[in-house]
């Protein structure tokens, strides 16, 4: 069964860092596009970014360039969101999926097996 599991929340003050890791189990993340979302408070769930282990290639929301960074661990078969400088408009619960396709996408439908999210605070 493929699953997805986040973590690393928290609650920092502003410009403070955290470093979210996404689990997955009964698949290899090698051969599988992953992505990283937030929701907010009666927001939609927003693309932030997408990693491809094969194509060796990422892609970032233009907000989040330079703040944020995505990466893989093969060995421990693992996704991390490295955050830098947060902001308190980065409050949000951050959830991983595996891509339906083999390219990224920035389009939330082209996600599934939706893992529980991990609620980031970042107070001023």
């Given at each position: 069964e493929?699953?997805?599991?986040?973590s690393g929340g928290?609650?920092?003050?502003?410009?403070?860092?955290?470093?979210?890791s996404c689990a997955a189990s009964g698949f290899a993340i090698d051969?599988?596009?992953?992505?990283?979302?937030?929701?907010?408070?009666g927001k939609e769930r927003e693309w932030?970014?997408?990693?491809?282990?094969?194509?060796?290639?990422?892609?970032?929301?233009d907000s989040i360039k330079g703040r944020f960074t995505i990466s893989s661990d093969s060995a421990e078969n693992t996704v991390y969101l490295q955050?830098?400088?947060?902001?308190?408009e980065d409050t949000a619960v951050y959830f991983c999926a595996v891509g339906r396709y083999t390219g990224c996408s920035s389009?939330?439908?082209d996600f599934s097996s939706w893992g529980q999210g991990t609620?980031?605070?970042?107070s001023s």
């Open positions: 493929v699953q997805l599991q986040a928290g609650l920092v003050h502003a410009g403070g860092s955290l470093r979210l051969v599988y596009v992953i992505g990283w979302f937030r929701q907010a408070p932030l970014s997408c990693i491809s282990s094969s194509a060796g290639s990422e892609y970032y929301l955050m830098d400088s947060l902001e308190p389009f939330v439908a609620q980031v605070t970042v």
